[in-house]
């Protein structure tokens, strides 16, 4: 290897390390903001050797925010949970069976990505109102109400996902069961949902990932009871709008538990997120 | 369900009893499978959106939100109002919005896609810590829309925020402090974000894009000659057509109906420059209670979203035969 060839490596690589500072660079300003005084933040002179964890007590007492939190927790996870759940039974029939209809249902599935949120959400509205007016089912500023409507949203994306890793399980290991006398279903419950755990795993978290950060539904499907961390820092906005190192530290809050979640996952989730763009 | 109907026998070739009873099985099973899914998606999307489109050909308003689907029948005149009547103030909201929004869309998809492009070029390379950098570089990403907003309209500040310091204060690159959060500028407050938390992911895909091109085709074009650019050109540009197809049609889409970003970041009403498709129809529905028109532009709004598929299919259409022959 020619000097030359190493010094525009050297230079290559040190370039890549300053891409990646500068795209870190406001999520790191984002944890230093959070760790200081609202003072020091209206005038911008810090004082990073001396961080304060004043604003999340004042966020956690103000924003109510355990509440949001625990909100947002329950119905991400219950929406994640049944996507992933819907998502690989309907991603293992696209992925293994030819039934009349199929090529349909998978376009239909992807069709649903081009719907504006905005069309379907005022009839949602108006069918949970009627039907608590109509009906004992409460589905208004309630849990279940918004995690159907999550279930909804964040299948047909997850299915496309599921589809990828089922894809990639060799077919003898069901026709082994098969043969040895299991059902389809048991087949399918048994032997094939195990070897796909990883891509269970990353579904779930995918579908977390985005339900964590709707807001237009939850603007309008709630009122109190299942505000969301969104609806909950949008209110605390309009309440006390210069509070900025409470609502830095309600930044950081939120964004803690899907950062865990993804850095745990990543590795499978990269691979789901990949896998369908490189085979086309 | 319809399984029922969709059983009906067609012509096949003959298979012998138990083939065909257990391709039957077969088939069954699947439709079972996709019913949990397939009652979701007809409940919540194919429905809603069918009375969506069909709310947009009603009166509905303050007055006559009671009546529901009852509202005095209006026909295309929601349409006519938002798109040729002049005189009306709903038309150039809308103008402006559709503007806003075509601009928007095309500055966020072309910086976030040459952004992730680039990114994935220069770490399609072996050096130390490449898997850590990779990671690491998806953050943004994965940081939800309402903390962006909230962090960035922070940054976005005109004497404290960190944006114009560095402009200003430190680098001088700029004279005078410019005022981001009012006026012209709010449309550059919400592309700025937008591209920064989508170009992780652009480059995560360019980047098993690229990993998956046999080394042998470089060296090969090297040894006859093909210099960096041309090898770029001609061997790696058409092998990412098809990833660069998928992320413009789902790229457009998406940012088309951004709303978390300037909602959060300038509220329900992000003023004339940074009005956005989706903050028009939010304010016009839920604040004004004028549902007619809120559905009217939606529907306009889905229908061209469909006309950008159908330039998307003819345009890449090719790319896609070729890849599943």
């Not at chain 2, 953050?139 to 907003?149: E, G, I, Y």
């Not at chain 2, 005078?176 to 591209?195: D, F």
């Not at chain 2, 529905?285 to 939606?298: D, T, W």
Request: neutral net charge; glycine residues 8%; aromatic residues 14%.
């Amino acid at each position: 290897v020619s000097a030359r060839r190493r010094w525009v490596d050297i230079g290559l690589t040190s370039f890549t390390y300053l891409v990646l500072l500068v795209m870190l660079a406001p999520v790191l300003w984002l944890v230093a903001s959070s760790l200081q005084p609202n003072g020091n933040l209206a005038n911008g002179e810090y004082d990073l050797l001396h961080p304060t964890l004043d604003a999340f007590g004042d966020m956690w007492r103000n924003i109510d925010f355990e509440r949001y939190l625990a909100n947002s927790i329950v119905i991400c996870t219950g929406a994640a949970a049944l996507a992933t759940a819907f998502a690989s039974s309907a991603g293992y029939a696209l992925a293994r069976f030819r039934f009349r209809g199929d090529k349909a249902y998978g376009v239909t599935v992807i069709g649903t990505q081009l719907i504006p949120g905005s069309l379907f959400l005022l009839p949602v509205f108006l069918g949970f109102v009627w039907l608590g007016q109509n009906t004992p089912i409460e589905l208004l500023d309630t849990h279940v109400g918004l995690i159907l409507v999550y279930t909804a949203f964040f299948t047909p994306l997850a299915i496309y996902f599921m589809r990828a890793f089922f894809q990639a399980i060799p077919r003898e290991l069901e026709e082994a069961a098969l043969v040895d006398g299991c059902t389809r279903f048991g087949a399918f419950v048994r032997v094939v949902i195990p070897n796909a755990a990883p891509g269970l795993l990353a579904t779930f978290v995918y579908a977390f990932l985005f339900a964590w950060d709707e807001l237009l539904f939850a603007t309008a499907l709630t009122e109190q009871d299942a505000e969301t961390i969104p609806i909950g820092i949008r209110n605390f906005i309009g309440n006390y709008n210069e509070e900025y190192d409470q609502l830095m530290a309600a930044g950081v809050v939120s964004t803690i538990p899907v950062l865990i979640a993804f850095f745990a996952t990543q590795r499978w989730l990269v691979k789901g997120l990949t896998a369908g763009a490189v085979k086309g | 369900m319809t399984t029922k109907t969709l059983k009906k026998p067609v012509a096949r070739p003959v298979a012998p009893p138990k083939a065909r009873s257990a391709a039957r099985g077969r088939e069954r099973f699947a439709y079972w499978l996709i019913a949990p899914a397939l009652a979701f998606m007809v409940l919540v999307h194919l429905i809603p959106t069918a009375a969506g489109s069909f709310l947009s050909l009603l009166d509905l308003n303050t007055f006559t939100f009671q009546q529901l689907f009852g509202a005095p029948w209006a026909g295309l005149s929601n349409y006519d109002a938002i798109l040729f009547d002049s005189a009306n103030p709903l038309h150039s909201g809308f103008t402006n919005a559709a503007s806003n929004t075509l601009f928007y869309t095309a500055v966020v998809v072309a910086g976030t896609l040459s952004g992730g492009l680039g990114i994935a070029l220069l770490m399609n390379r072996a050096f130390p810590g490449q898997r850590v950098v990779r990671t690491l570089m998806l953050t943004p990403w994965v940081v939800p829309s309402f903390v962006v907003a909230v962090l960035w309209e922070f940054m976005w500040q005109r004497d404290a925020g960190i944006v114009n310091k560095v402009l200003v204060d430190y680098t001088g690159i700029l004279g005078e402090r410019p005022t981001w959060l009012l006026g012209e500028n709010t449309m550059w407050a919400i592309i700025v974000p937008s591209i920064w938390r989508g170009i992780p992911f652009a480059m995560l895909i360019f980047l098993a894009g690229l990993q998956a091109i046999p080394r042998e085709l470089h060296e090969a074009a090297a040894l006859d000659g093909a210099g960096t650019w041309r090898r770029f050109r001609y061997i790696t540009m058409p092998l990412l057509r098809p990833l660069l197809a998928i992320q413009l049609l789902f790229g457009v889409i998406y940012s088309a109906y951004q709303f978390t970003i300037p909602f959060v970041m300038l509220g329900s009403n992000p003023g004339p420059s940074a009005d956005l498709m989706m903050t028009l129809v939010m304010r016009q529905s839920f604040s004004n209670n004028l549902f007619g028109y809120g559905a009217a532009v939606s529907t306009l709004l889905m229908l061209a979203m469909l006309v950008w598929v159908g330039i998307w299919y003819a345009t890449f259409r090719r790319d896609f035969a070729e890849a599943n022959a």
